[in-house]
């Protein structure tokens, strides 16, 4: 360690935490005015969950659509709980966000007429999800941004955001060079989701909440975690665990159906749209049906969608992986934990309640989704969001920065088997007060034990080195992980209405009165309590 504690050092005014496309398209932009950026990534390249993204950018179309349209149908979805300020923000800024991206060097596909291909995905009500490589739209968001030659430290963990009076001083983090110390006064949270909280998802093996935990552990407020998104087709395995392969809804939108054993549609009069409903109406109909006739996957009969192997070259290359051809056989599907509708409160630049401290993408929550997100809202959401950060981070120059190592940061963890086991059986499509009680009585107790083990910040605890950093780095997720849940968990059990893609089997109606969002804030003793949510209103 050198003399200020730290085995290494950067200076920045703006630090970026996720190579994805929130938290590049917000470092390009603080970049271009002119700050000195630097982005942390856990992991390589592409171990986002933006390269995963298959279905597209939802942007108003330039004939047949309006933002009035995009808006009605986000809002539609989303439960009641829309921001509708914030859904008209965000959509607004749709055309302008894929311009800049387009002027980056990323390439759409196009139709016959030579311009941009749209497709139909649930919830929408016409054709204006833009797609790239046929189902590989994530993919090449992230090429162009990673072509961009911003600085980027790979392998590089943040562990907690450093504040003083006047707000964010920096991070620490960890990486193969040991513990260090990025001093900066404005810093983005760009993490991704918390799949990792269950045992099947379609996130990568680093969406383990971390965004969640450092703001939480900074002193902001995170709200709506309660509602997570399952997506309703993701290809099924026996025995399959950690990331699978999501279906498109492209796939649906394409003419493919839902179907059981049995040869029956699975969403036959459970919407009017049936099987491009909303995805919370379509993981219910599907867990309904499982749970009917005591199976764990259902169908997707694609066979009659036309040049499936071109449109969806992505999704072939899954279905071939495990001996199944979608032009001649079924798809067997299941729902799997896939989008956090919640996160950490902003507004629609991105700022949170704590000066300097921003968020964007799927960790934070902006408004736009509500209880249920709109499919391919995401990426646009990243996009808008990311720019506005980006551009707000200018306000912070010349705020102070630097600190030295606090050994008292404390926050234990359970082991993430356990916490996975108990999310998974207790806190998935379908939930009841039982099994909520249950898993956070189980959570409480395993935290409770968790006494003598080294804690994530302090600097002496774990040595450095590749195979220590990878130690750190897992010592970190697994309490990011556990106190994630337990705040899921209180907000889930104060929740007492099924609404958007929270079901309650004890609770199926939505109640009036509960029509409103829940904010959760973590106390300096460790305990967590639910709070009434007030959008950030900050000037940096």
Not at 476 to 503: I, K, N, P, Y
Request: one cysteine or more.
């Amino acid at each position: 360690m050198n003399a200020a504690g730290f085995d290494w050092t950067e200076d920045a005014d703006f630090v970026v935490i996720g190579g994805g496309v929130a938290g590049l398209t917000a470092a390009r932009t603080a970049s271009q005015r002119g700050l000195r950026v630097l982005v942390l990534s856990k992991g390589g390249p592409t171990d986002t969950s933006t390269q995963y993204a298959q279905g597209g950018i939802a942007v108003v179309a330039p004939h047949g659509d309006s933002v009035e349209s995009h808006v009605r149908d986000t809002v539609d979805a989303g439960g009641g709980l829309c921001d509708v300020a914030a859904v008209e923000s965000i959509v607004t800024g749709g055309q302008d966000a894929v311009a800049a991206l387009t002027d980056l060097g990323a390439v759409f596909d196009l139709g016959r007429d030579g311009q941009i291909s749209r497709t139909r995905e649930g919830g929408h009500s016409t054709r204006r999800i833009i797609h790239a490589g046929g189902d590989a739209t994530g993919a090449e968001v992230q090429r162009a941004l990673n072509d961009a030659g911003l600085p980027v430290l790979f392998r590089t963990a943040a562990l907690r955001i450093v504040t003083g009076e006047r707000g964010v001083r920096g991070v620490i983090a960890v990486s193969e060079r040991g513990i260090g110390a990025v001093h900066a006064p404005a810093v983005l949270l760009a993490t991704g989701g918390l799949g990792q909280l269950y045992a099947l998802s379609t996130n990568p093996p680093g969406a383990t909440a971390d965004g969640i935990a450092l703001a939480l552990w900074a002193g902001a407020e995170v709200a709506d975690l309660e509602f997570v998104q399952f997506h309703p087709t993701v290809l099924h395995t026996p025995g399959g665990l950690g990331r699978r392969p999501l279906i498109s809804e492209a796939v649906r939108g394409e003419g493919a159906v839902l179907v059981d054993s049995l040869g029956e549609s699975v969403t036959a009069g459970v919407h009017p749209l049936g099987d491009l409903a909303p995805r919370d109406v379509v993981s219910r109909a599907i867990a309904d049906r499982m749970h009917l006739l005591g199976e764990d996957h259902v169908y997707l009969d694609a066979r009659t969608v036309d040049n499936f192997t071109t449109r969806f070259p992505t999704i072939t290359a899954s279905c071939l992986a495990g001996g199944i051809d979608p032009r001649t056989d079924l798809i067997p599907v299941a729902p799997a934990a896939h989008y956090q509708c919640g996160g950490v409160v902003t507004d629609t630049c991105g700022r949170t309640s704590v000066p300097g401290l921003y968020a964007a993408g799927e960790v934070a929550r902006t408004g736009l989704h509500g209880a249920n997100r709109l499919a391919s809202n995401s990426l646009l959401e990243g996009l808008v969001v990311g720019e506005r950060a980006g551009a707000a981070a200018v306000t912070r120059l010349g705020e102070p920065t630097g600190f030295t190592p606090d050994a008292e940061f404390v926050s234990p963890s359970a082991p993430r088997e356990l916490v996975q086991q108990l999310m998974t059986t207790h806190a998935s499509v379908v939930r009841d007060a039982a099994g909520l009680t249950a898993a956070t009585h189980a959570l409480e107790l395993a935290v409770h034990n968790a006494n003598g083990a080294p804690q994530i910040s302090d600097p002496t605890a774990i040595a450095d080195g590749p195979e220590l950093s990878a130690e750190r780095i897992a010592a970190f997720e697994d309490a990011a992980l556990t106190v994630t849940a337990r705040a899921f968990l209180l907000a889930a059990t104060a929740r007492q209405e099924s609404r958007g893609c929270h079901t309650r089997s004890d609770h199926p109606a939505p109640v009036e009165a509960a029509r409103h969002s829940t904010a959760v804030r973590l106390a300096p003793d460790g305990t967590l309590h639910l709070t009434p949510l007030t959008v950030p209103v900050t000037t940096g």
